[in-house]
């Protein structure tokens, strides 16, 4: 059984900073590239950051980047978001998304790509 569990998420003001933890179990960690995608209400979800399988290639949306920061640690089964300079527009639900290939390919950021998704924590900046 897979799961896929993001962990804090928070309120922060505007500028602050805030890491986001995503743990996966129930699968080999390393099979898989692994990414951060976020929703806003009303909005579509949209892709915000990929990691291929040992965190050698990063990619990120335009939106954050130079503020957000993605890594993993095989060892642990955990990926992360380093998130600092957080802006009002980047208060979203912040899901993790396993894909059963090692790379992220040109479409990472379709989130039909992926086989598992954790719940996920909410982001909320304030103004």
């Known amino acids: 059984q897979v799961q896929v569990v993001e962990s804090g998420g928070g309120l922060v003001q505007a500028g602050g900073s805030l890491r986001l933890s995503c743990t996966a179990s129930?699968?080999?960690?390393?099979?898989?590239?692994i990414a951060w995608f976020r929703q806003a209400p009303g909005k579509e979800r949209e892709g915000v950051s990929c990691?291929?399988?040992?965190?050698?290639?990063?990619y990120y949306a335009d939106s954050v980047k130079g503020r957000f920061t993605i890594s993993r640690d095989n060892a642990k089964n955990t990926l992360y978001l380093q998130m600092n300079s957080l802006k009002p527009d980047d208060t979203a639900m912040y899901y993790c998304?396993?894909?059963?290939?090692?790379?992220?390919?040109?479409?990472?950021?379709?989130?039909?790509?992926?086989?598992?998704w954790g719940q996920g924590t909410q982001v909320t900046v304030s103004s």
């Open positions: 998304a396993a894909v059963s290939n090692p790379y992220c390919t040109a479409s990472w950021g379709l989130s039909r790509r992926y086989n598992y």
């Open positions: 990691a291929s399988w040992n965190g050698g290639n990063t």
């Open positions: 129930g699968l080999t960690f390393d099979d898989y590239a």
